[in-house]
T-cell receptor, first 114, second 115 residues
Framework: AQSVAQPEDQVNVAEGNPLTVKCTYSVSGNPYLFWYVQYPNRGLQFLLKYITGDNLVKGSYGFEAEFNKSQTSFHLKKPSALVSDSALYFCAVRGSGGSYIPTFGRGTSLIVHP | EAGVTQFPSHSVIEKGQTVTLRCDPISGHDNLYWYRRVMGKEIKFLLHFVKESKQDESGMPNNRFLAERTGGTYSTLKVQPAELEDSGVYFC?????????????FGPGTRLTVT
């Protein structure tokens, strides 16, 4: 069975500071990892994904995520947070050889303070 | 290109009533998925259509939920009769392929409140 843990319900950061939203996973086989963002009253938007290759993946809106196989983590990062980054962030995983249906985490609410 | 659309955006119904949610996927996407998120919880998979066929409905909670995708275009999800625990946000997503590493494209969701 595959699972995702987002240990923080909420992350608070000041504008201009770096941000990290944590995600750890469990899956059989090699993982496909995804980050989605949900802005208020909007659907989930795809941010980035890790399939293979470079452990540092760059995505939309200046976000990046680092795949760490030994720690089974895929933390989302941004060097300098914007107030407009405030949203709900979901991590998802699926195994390369298993079910094609992704398993999502509970979501982390990111609040960027001016 | 239009994204995934869902209707209605919000629905408030009483326990025992019926509600039908609609999803229009991105044109050309054969794969359509329904998910549900109960407040503060994970986004849970409900079912997956490939064109008009149900590929996987293992996530459907019970037989009060009925999903259809006649003609392989839009899909409906009917809840009859609704119970309090059915409250949540119902997301629809679509994709061109089901396998591989392709991402899914999500709609804005329908917020269902059962009182």
């Amino acid at each position: 069975a595959q699972s995702v843990a987002q240990p923080e319900d909420q992350v608070n950061v000041a504008e201009g500071n770096p941000l990290t939203v944590k995600c750890t996973y469990s899956v059989s086989g090699n993982p496909y990892l995804f980050w989605y963002v949900q802005y208020p009253n909007r659907g989930l938007q795809f941010l980035l994904k890790y399939i293979t290759g470079d452990n540092l993946v760059k995505g939309s809106y200046g976000f990046e995520a680092e795949f760490n196989k030994s720690q089974t983590s895929f933390h989302l990062k941004k060097p300098s947070a914007l107030v407009s980054d405030s949203a709900l962030y979901f991590c998802a995983v699926r195994g390369s050889g298993g079910s094609y249906i992704p398993t999502f985490g509970r979501g982390t609410s990111l609040i960027v303070h001016p | 290109e239009a994204g995934v659309t869902q209707f209605p955006s919000h629905s408030v119904i009483e326990k025992g009533q019926t509600v039908t949610l609609r999803c229009d996927p991105i044109s050309g996407h054969d794969n359509l998925y329904w998910y549900r998120r109960v407040m503060g919880k994970e986004i849970k998979f409900l079912l997956h259509f490939v064109k008009e066929s149900k590929q996987d409905e293992s996530g459907m909670p019970n037989n009060r939920f009925l999903a259809e995708r006649t003609g392989g275009t839009y899909s409906t999800l009917k809840v009859q009769p609704a119970e309090l625990e059915d409250s949540g946000v119902y997301f629809c997503a679509s994709s061109q392929v089901s396998g591989g590493a392709g991402e899914q494209y999500f709609g804005p969701g329908t917020r269902l409140t059962v009182t």
